[in-house]
T-cell receptor, first 111, second 113 residues
């Protein structure tokens, strides 16, 4: 099966940088994706890494290392509106192509 | 906007009654998913579909069934609702590169009393 591990919670101040790690146990997956969910809302897609390396999208960057079974989401120049839960996810042909999510990391940004 | 609509948005039902949640998409995506979300458990996959009449179980499928008779509709049925099925249910489709980009409906808050 597939499993993805994330820290449960991270707290930081405005303007800081936060790194959310995602370690996984799966094989033959297509890539690692990240989602943001504000309280009371639905998850929204943030980024996808098909290949090893860093993908940058504005203040958010995502990284993947298949050899280390590890990825991370980097939130820079934190803003209050970044307070939310963040999920990593994988989809693998070996697992029937289902999309599996990590348990989520709650990020709390303080003034 | 991936054109995903869930109905109903809120429902209160009694223990032992059947309940059906509907997910409708407008963009002909192949993959559709049902997740439940509970505090401390993230998003757990209930069932998913990879085409009309093609479905498979997720990690928490007991007590749930699904049907997909048309590409655009994916139904989730709680055969006999229990209090442990009180949750927020999200439908999603996947798109983009290798269908790895998921887009979610607004969610259905179900309370079983």
């Amino acid at each position: 099966g597939q499993s993805l591990e994330q820290p449960s919670e991270v707290t930081a101040v405005e303007g800081a940088i936060v790194q959310i790690n995602c370690t996984y146990q799966t094989s033959g997956f297509y890539g690692l994706s990240w989602y943001q969910q504000h309280d009371g809302g639905a998850p929204t897609f943030l980024s996808y890494n098909a290949l090893d390396g860093l993908e940058e999208t504005g203040r958010f960057s995502s990284f993947l290392s298949r050899s280390d079974s590890y990825g991370y989401l980097l939130l820079q120049e934190l803003q209050m509106k970044d307070s939310a839960s963040y999920f990593c996810a994988v989809r693998a042909e070996a697992a029937g192509n289902k999309l599996t999510f990590g348990g989520g990391t709650r990020v709390l940004v303080k003034p | 906007d991936a054109g995903i609509t869930q109905s109903p948005r809120h429902k209160v039902t009694e223990t032992g009654t059947p309940v059906t949640l509907r997910c409708h998409q407008t963009e002909n995506h192949r993959y559709m998913y049902w997740y439940r979300q509970d505090p401390g458990h993230g998003l757990r996959l209930i069932h998913y579909s990879y085409g009309v009449k093609d479905t498979d179980k997720g990690e928490v499928s007991d007590g749930y069934s699904v049907s997909r008779s048309k590409t655009e509709d994916f139904l989730l049925t709680l055969e006999s609702a229990t209090s442990s099925q009180t949750s927020v249910y999200f439908c999603a489709i996947s798109a983009g590169r290798r269908d790895t980009e998921a887009f979610f409906g607004q969610g259905t808050r179900l309370t079983v009393v």
